[in-house]
């Protein structure tokens, strides 16, 4: 392999630095043979992307195929080598499975799980730095209408909204708009029309901790709701724009319209007036759907107001504005909301 196209595939994935897609190109151009191809991936298997736990073998690989090390010194990779250094890695993990968490997950009731790697990310606009000490899975989806059911008809559970007078809404009165408790509307009909694909709403952070019970009991698992720098952070992707998209989100969430609470409006933006299926936009870089718009987000962080509880994310009812990755409100714990859904994070 000569020096210039070291440098080419360095450049294309430089983004990325991934071994394994490093080595599929390589393979694919002829670089390395089949043998050490398929013993390299077995290797990366056990510890990727975890340079702190890499031997001073798989560090020499990732210098040659990251950082461009000397070509020729990728000689001394020959299926002996691969074999040997997988040997020793199978005593250690007799079961030959990956000794990290598995990148994607799923439960009994179909919700999925992304891992949300430690890292930090910087805010442009801020000019905040946030941080992740330690890996964490995290909902690639809001909470849906049919997996609430299921814990609802499970422990015949009712919410604050179901038991007193009805969930809140936002609504035209006296001329502003405020948060009124409206009888009859709940997470079953929160006043739209939705299926059991759309986020569930009119749920309370009361609420929301008691299905966390229910899935805990369930699965045996560490489920909880996610901090709002977990939240900001795998919402963001790695991007320091205002969205993880970029400057603008244009039609990748489900947003409000301007004029309803600023007077503006941008005539080219849909505005569809109430949730939208899970799933109906495209993801963030990370795999995670609707972090911008669709149903603001319980976290676990308590607001300034006593009572309150931090939510994230904007929704269907708000502006673009309200939708940037650091935006941040928040609402009375008890109170569920129209507008306002939830995710779940998990410990690995």
Sequence with gaps: MNHESMQDVYRRFKKHENLRKM??????????????YSSALDILSMYEDSRAEMTQFQKKLYDILILRADASSYEDFNVDNFQKEWRRLQKKNPNGQSSNPPERLSNSIGMEFVRIKSGEVMDKETQKKIKIPKDFYLQTTPVTVDQWKKFADGWHYKTA?????????????????KQIQK???????????????????CISFIDAKAFIDWLIHKEKKTYRLPNEAEWEYACRAGTPTPFCFGY??????NFGPRERFSGLDDKNEIHRERTTPVKKFEPNDWGLYDMHGNVWEWCEDSGTVSGNRIIRGGSWLFDDKACKSAKRDEQEENQGNFNIGFRLAMEI
């Design 248 to 253: 603008s989100l244009k039609d990748r969430a």
């Design 23 to 36: 080595l599929t190109y390589f393979q694919s151009k002829n670089y390395i043979d089949q043998k050490i």
């Design 183 to 201: 009888k009859g509307i709940h997470w079953a009909n929160p006043g739209f029309k939705q299926n059991g694909n759309h986020p569930v709403t």
């Design 161 to 177: 909204a179901e038991e007193n007078a009805g969930a809140y809404v936002w609504e035209w009165h006296k001329n502003e708009w």
